[in-house]
């Protein structure tokens, strides 16, 4: 299997599966002398971790980050950095009905067709549980571009929208996003999706959503035309999320609805600073950083385990049907939410590598 690693200059490399004895990084590109250790990175994967509500998946994982390389002293070296978490809580027997079936909304059936070979046990390699080293190698990135940028930098992930019940924007708070297991930044909402998700669990189903992202304090000049875009690697990271069918930027596809007039970012110098009046193009105008928040959007789709009767085919081309046991995530978007800003962090700080080696 090829194509596991991600960036340019600061480039990621993930490995192991899901019912494996561990799963890992590494991180190649990162400069010397950033202040690193597994404090650091601790933090952001407790945040993904499983179990944590009745609204996620119950595998218990602690989630313990071990740096094996590229540290010494507390900074980095400008070396490789191996990050390894062990696997402690698989329960391979409960994939044992489908070891010969595939479950629809998976890739059982796609890897099989690829490699002639698939592990059943999880979804193996194709499983959600590759991401928590995405979120160790993000908040890796996250100190490179808190260090060369200074302490403004700040990205936030919410879940905005669960099926078809949304947000309401005006009441969006930070500091509420981590008062709820929902990641969501609107109190008023909260009960609703509780009782929402509840009746799902209950009925065996899951249900999709939608997680926005946004990243401040990113200077303007990052990107490069042609094939380098900001937000064309931005979004290629946050499709590669497990689950993700969908990616927009800004407005994204609402600025189909738009006019001209309404759609751009007026410009004005004020203070002898330069100030955009709105910020339709999420703060990223022809692939390049624009000053303002960069504002990403991806709609992840429902969780494909579920216990209801789905029509399928066997390995052996019998037709079945499929009921999928197991710990699942009833609804995958919530703990997208910091994988979402873990790809963020990569993105960002993998373009400010490559804008400092072309532009100095």
């Known amino acids: 299997m090829s194509f596991n690693s991600f960036g340019h200059m600061f480039r990621v490399t993930t490995w192991g599966e899901s019912h494996g004895p561990a799963i890992g990084c590494v991180v190649d590109g990162c400069p010397s002398r950033i202040p690193l250790s597994e404090a650091d990175i601790q933090p952001f994967l407790d945040r993904r971790r499983p179990g944590q509500s009745r609204f996620t998946t119950q595998r218990q994982e602690a989630d313990q980050v071990k740096i094996l390389s590229g540290v010494f002293e507390g900074q980095t070296t400008g070396t490789p950095i191996a990050l390894m978490i062990e696997n402690t809580d698989q329960r391979s027997r409960d994939y044992g009905d489908i070891a010969a079936r595939y479950r629809p909304g ?7 067709q690829k490699y002639g070979i698939r592990d059943y046990r999880g979804g193996g390699r194709s499983s959600a549980r590759e991401t928590a080293m995405r979120v160790a190698a993000g908040a890796v990135a996250l100190k490179v571009l808190a260090t060369l940028l200074g302490p403004a930098v700040r990205i936030t992930g919410a ?12 009441r969006w708070d930070d500091a509420e996003i981590q008062n709820n297991p929902f990641f969501c930044p609107d109190a008023g909402v909260v009960s609703l999706w509780e009782e929402y ?10 249900i999709g959503g939608v997680v926005e992202v946004r990243a401040e304090g990113i200077p303007p000049g990052l990107g490069a035309p042609v094939y380098g875009k900001l937000d064309a690697d931005l979004a290629a990271a946050l499709m590669g999320i497990n689950a993700v069918k969908g990616v927009e930027i800004g407005e994204g596809f609402a600025a189909a609805n738009l006019r001209g007039e309404d759609n751009a ?7 002898g600073e330069v100030r955009f009046l709105s910020n339709h193009a999420g703060g990223i105008l022809g692939g390049i950083s624009t000053g303002q928040p960069i504002i990403a959007r ?16 066997s390995s052996t081309g019998d ?4 009921i999928t046991k197991g710990r699942h995530d009833p609804c995958v978007g919530i703990r997208a939410v910091p994988v979402g800003e873990a790809m963020m962090a990569c993105v960002l700080a993998d373009h400010l590598l490559r804008h400092r080696g072309q532009q100095g």
């Open 106 to 112: 998976h890739a059982d059936f796609t890897y099989d």
């Open 159 to 170: 879940l905005v929208k669960m099926g078809q019940y949304s947000v309401d924007y005006a």
């Open 197 to 206: 998700l509840t009746s799902l669990r209950k009925a065996g189903s899951s």
């Open 265 to 271: 970012d007026p410009i004005r110098q004020e203070g």
């Open 298 to 313: 991806f709609a992840v789709k429902p969780t494909s385990s579920i216990l209801v009767p789905v029509p399928s085919i």
């Open 319 to 322: 037709n079945v049907e499929v």
